[in-house]
């Protein structure tokens, strides 16, 4: 008998059980790292970075089309030392052997447990590009994580075509945009490099061979008169009246709130536009706060800076229903005009911020040197 | 004579001489060996690299990652990823027993910079593009560098002055490759083109419709090694009407083969389609499953032809089509790209294909 584990007064586990349609979620062994088996870790790229339970970094393999589950073994709990590396591409580049060019940061995030920092990295720009995971510890050394002998487990998002057994080859490609570990399951967002269309996923964990998650097409009122089936670029859980919602900011720029009681499998969900961040961006990172009493959110964007959303009563905003005026719209917000060229953002602690900040390169203008920096969340 | 004092030179300029010793570092098969000296069994208290490290840079670096043995009296250092051209490598020994510490610099393997890659083509192919127009592909020769294209991807206005910041085409940031890196495919800004959005309503479409614009690749974009293109690329296109309607397939014209023929089958569609998703979302099928074939995509992307790999039976095929397939504009089957709540917008198709059928006589 498989019965879905729905407990309703907390706010996480009832995100997770309306997420996790897993019917796997029953008969959960108390500890995940028990169902990790040890050997070479498996992967052809690595991008996006979530925590889980007990220091197991799940890590987003577009290439591979997989998300794989490392217990970094990393566990002494300890506080957020405020760490700042400039120029950690040639930190990395040294350390790896390449020139810094030849390094791209893909993701960073905090181990809850140790505060220590964790990257994704390409050694090498092409195809033949390494996939690299960095620990930065508290003093700032950077090592890298051993994957040659490490517990890990991994889950296919795609299967082969059948006319191409070889994913390899196959140029639809999943970009794994961003992940998050809520309470058993870890959430995924992506985007293919043909269809415009992209679902959210929610798979179980420990992973199992036959779930491969549940897939959820999300649709959102952009506006009121048009709606659009479209690929969430970074979201994170969030709880608006007690409710669990995801907080989704799309491609298209909308930040969109979706109820998490809505997220059925199969299910086509409409979410409610709540803010409009601008034009001729790309959401890329969020990180939800509280300060003085009062609810943040911190937004790193493409083209638009950072900004520093007032997320109080999230309730009051009405759906936005037509064009507006001005060029933003919604749920108030702060440009933070002293972070400039944030290419990643996540959360230390309570009370900080890692960003990674560099130019990229223009037409004329080489790209400058990548930082590491700690920042106190405004 | 000669020849043994030039040796001794030599060994002076690059070693140390203790007690009749003398170091030396050699750069062999991808490892860095410290010879001349009797290194202790065991490693000192503050592990090998106190003693020696390799640099792959100058600066406030790290020293590259790798493993130290002893074999044969002589040290040995593998770096745990391989040697990468275009590095120089400084082996520093630290005597134990003090005194100058010995440097030794070593290049990696030469970096072939000669062109070898070129464009091949692009897609859409034609030369009217709709407003609407929601991705762009481009086909190179060989695999490329990522993360390069804001650098050397250019669309320009009909002055010819580069499209950038709010008045950028393409979604900034957004790279998508496939896993050769040969194929870049990028997003038109899709807040510019959904109606109702505000970028839409403010600043308009990407690809305004009369104008002219020419879409730019610079000849300096790295190839994966670091190369640069043979040359540089030029498309020029000018903007057309919207594409609002989806892709009707009781619009598309089906020419039947022959039965006996290895012709082909042959699918004409009112507008253009999107190239990479019509190589692979129609199928076709007959009385034993799916068939094998050639599949070509011509005039400029409105017409499908699927050429057999065994000559036709007299009977009954199917074309498999994925509703997934797109237009130009994003738009796929049963479903536009935006929809327009005002208007109806009925024929949503649930099934995840359908199927054309014909038959050869």
Request: net charge neutral; glycine share 8%; hydrophobic share 40%.
């Amino acid at each position: 008998m498989r019965r879905i584990a729905f407990v309703s007064t907390a706010v996480a586990v009832c995100l997770t059980a309306a997420l996790a349609f897993s019917v796997t979620a029953a008969r959960r062994p108390a500890s995940p790292l028990a169902d990790l088996p040890s050997g070479k870790v498996q992967l052809m790229s690595a991008g996006a970075l979530a925590f889980g339970p007990e220091g197991i970094l799940f890590v987003g393999d577009s290439v591979g089309g997989a998300v794989v589950a490392i217990d970094t073994g990393d566990r002494k709990a300890a506080s957020a030392a405020k760490i700042n590396i400039q120029g950690i591409d040639e930190k990395i580049a040294a350390l790896v052997g390449v020139t810094p060019d030849q390094i791209l940061i893909n993701d960073v995030k905090v181990n809850p447990i140790s505060k220590n920092v964790y990257l994704s990295v390409s050694r090498g720009r092409g195809p033949e590009a390494m996939p690299l995971i960095l620990r930065v510890d508290a003093a700032g050394k950077i090592t890298t994580l051993p994957l040659d002998n490490a517990k890990h487990s991994s889950v296919s998002l795609v299967d082969a075509p059948k006319s191409n057994p070889s994913a390899r080859q196959d140029p639809r490609m999943q970009t794994i945009t961003n992940m998050n570990y809520v309470n058993g399951n870890v959430i995924v967002a992506g985007l293919s490099n043909e269809e415009w269309s992209s679902a959210l996923r929610s798979i179980p964990f420990p992973f199992k061979e036959a779930a491969k998650g549940a897939t959820l097409q999300i649709w959102h009122s952009s506006h009121g008169r048009f709606e659009t089936e479209s690929p969430v670029r970074t979201f994170v859980p969030y709880t608006i009246s007690g409710q669990p919602y995801i907080l989704a900011a799309y491609t298209c720029t909308p930040l969109v709130k979706i109820p998490v009681s809505q997220l059925q499998p199969g299910a086509q969900v409409k979410g409610v536009e709540i803010a409009d961040l601008g034009a001729g961006n790309q959401p890329l990172d969020m990180v939800p706060y509280k300060k003085d009493g009062h609810n943040y959110i911190l937004i790193a964007n493409t083209a638009r800076g950072v900004m520093k959303l007032k997320a109080d009563n999230l309730e009051s905003y009405p759906a936005i229903d037509s064009p507006t005026k001005t060029d933003v719209a919604g749920v108030p917000y702060d440009t933070m005009t002293n972070l400039q060229n944030v290419q990643h953002l996540t959360q230390l602690d309570d009370s900080d911020a890692l960003i990674i900040t560099g130019k990229t390169a223009q037409p004329a203008a080489p790209a400058g040197p990548i930082n590491l920096q700690t920042i106190a969340l405004p | 004579m000669k020849r043994k004092f030039a040796c001794f030179a030599v060994t002076l300029f690059l070693g140390v001489t203790v007690s009749a010793q003398v170091v030396s570092i050699q750069f062999d098969a991808g490892t860095f060996k410290v010879a001349g000296w009797k290194p202790p069994a065991a490693a000192p208290s503050k592990g090998w690299g106190s003693v020696f490290s390799v640099y792959a840079g100058a600066g406030d670096i790290p020293p590259l990652a790798g493993a130290y043995n002893v074999e044969r009296d002589t040290l040995i250092f593998r770096p745990s990823y391989p040697i990468a051209p275009g590095v120089r490598y400084r082996a520093v020994f630290r005597p134990p027993w003090g005194g100058a510490a010995v440097e030794k610099t070593f290049d990696g393997p030469h970096q072939d910079k000669t062109p070898s890659a070129r464009v091949e083509h692009i897609y859409p192919s034609a030369d009217v593009l709709p407003s609407n127009q929601l991705r762009l592909y481009i086909y190179f020769s060989a695999p490329m560098s990522r993360g390069e294209s804001a650098r050397y991807l250019h669309v320009l206005d009909e002055t010819g002055k580069d499209l950038q910041g709010a008045q950028a085409v393409f979604l900034p940031g957004e790279e998508l490759w496939d896993p050769n890196y040969q194929r870049l495919t990028m997003t038109f800004d899709p807040g510019r083109i959904k109606r109702g959005l505000t970028s839409n309503e403010k600043i308009g479409p990407p690809i305004a419709e009369g104008k002219r614009y020419a879409l730019v690749i610079d000849r300096d974009w790295p190839d994966a090694h670091g190369a640069s293109l043979i040359e540089g690329f030029r498309k020029s296109f000018r903007g057309g009407p919207a594409v609002r309607n989806p892709p009707d397939p009781r619009e598309w014209r089906v020419t039947s083969p022959k039965a006996g023929t290895l012709n082909a089958v042959v699918v004409d569609f009112p507008t253009a389609m999107n190239y990479p998703l019509l190589q692979r979302m129609i199928q076709v099928s007959g009385a034993q499953g799916s068939l094998t074939g050639t599949t070509v995509i011509d005039r400029q992307e409105t017409q499908w032809r699927f050429t057999p790999h065994d000559s036709w039976k007299t009977g009954d095929y199917r074309l498999v089509v994925d509703t997934a397939i797109e237009d130009l504009a994003g738009n796929h089957i049963g479903q536009p790209f935006d929809i327009d709540t005002f208007e109806h917008v009925t024929e949503h198709i649930t099934t995840k294909t359908i199927s054309l059928p014909f038959s050869t006589r």
